[in-house]
């Protein structure tokens, strides 16, 4: 199993977390570029990018970071990618991110004065405050953070329409506006093009959105969660609980067109 954040089938722990006397966890830097690349731990939000520093020996508080980037995962828990390298970042303020989203590159911006060298200094909040962050390197946090997987969808009138999170009251889409796309964190999914009366090929994680803009969907299939779609008709469809062939295993009505869809847990 390879670490959370960093390519490696080892973490190479340069530096162990020390309490008050060192907050997080130091990651060396490999020979390998590509086990160089820093990965969020976990989907979130990112809440804070910092980008613009080279190193910068002998200062202290924020500045002693560097570069670094913030991520809120939800339940309380906060992780930080510090000493990135200048200009590497990748992701921006506001951005949904899951476990594979490259943020940035390893780097020695901030204070990297030290045996360690150039190295990702990595921390992990709970409650805003500093937790050992080792046990994390290879696994999930233990509260569900669903709340933060988010989606979004495209129509004929808006084009892509903001975020909304899994599991809230919000949908995505605009009554009235026929959807021709969907982007959606972590689950695989795939839609049904009312012109071409086919299903498109499965997507997954964001790599690719699930649809054929300028041409309507008219039916949905989403694995692992429970999701519904709402006509442009004017109704809401019954709530979906799986991803098969039968009638129940798909959200919408062939030759009907869709203008909303909502997903929560199962």
């Known amino acids: 199993m ?3 954040v960093i390519n490696r089938s080892s973490n190479r722990i340069s530096y162990p977390y020390a309490g008050k006397d060192h907050t997080g966890v130091d990651l060396s830097f490999s020979s390998n570029e590509e086990e160089n690349k820093v990965f969020a731990h976990s989907s979130g939000i990112v809440v804070a990018v910092v980008n613009k520093y080279n190193r910068m020996i002998g200062s202290t508080g924020m500045l002693s970071y560097g570069n670094y980037v913030d991520i809120d995962h939800g339940n309380g828990y906060k992780s930080r990618y510090a000493h990135l390298k200048k200009n590497s970042v990748c992701v921006f303020i506001g951005q949904s991110v899951t476990s594979d989203t490259q943020i940035a590159i390893i780097g020695n911006s901030g204070n990297t004065v030290g045996p360690t060298g150039r190295h990702l200094h ?3 909040f709970k409650n805003n405050q500093r937790i050992d962050p080792s046990p994390y390197l290879k696994k999930e946090f233990t509260e569900n953070n669903s709340t933060f997987i988010t989606y979004q969808s495209h ?5 892509w329409n903001p975020n909304v999170r ?3 009251n919000e949908y995505a889409g605009n009554f ?3 959807m021709d796309g969907i982007y959606l964190d972590r689950y ?3 839609v049904h093009d009312k012109i071409k009366n086919e299903w498109l090929p499965w ?4 790599n690719d959105y699930a649809g054929n803009i300028g041409h309507s969907i008219d039916g949905v299939q989403i694995e692992g969660v ?3 779609v709402h006509l442009t008709e004017g109704r809401w469809l019954s709530w979906i609980y799986k991803c098969d062939e039968t009638p129940e295993g798909y959200a919408g009505i062939y030759g009907k067109t869709i203008d909303a869809i909502q997903i929560k847990p199962l």
């Open 2 to 4: 390879v670490d959370r």
């Open 188 to 190: 695989k999914m795939r």
């Open 155 to 159: 129509d004929n009138r808006y084009g």
């Open 122 to 124: 990595f921390e992990i």
């Open 203 to 206: 997507v997954i994680n964001r």
């Open 226 to 228: 429970a999701y519904r």
């Open 166 to 168: 899994i599991g809230t």
């Open 176 to 178: 009235g506006c026929s």
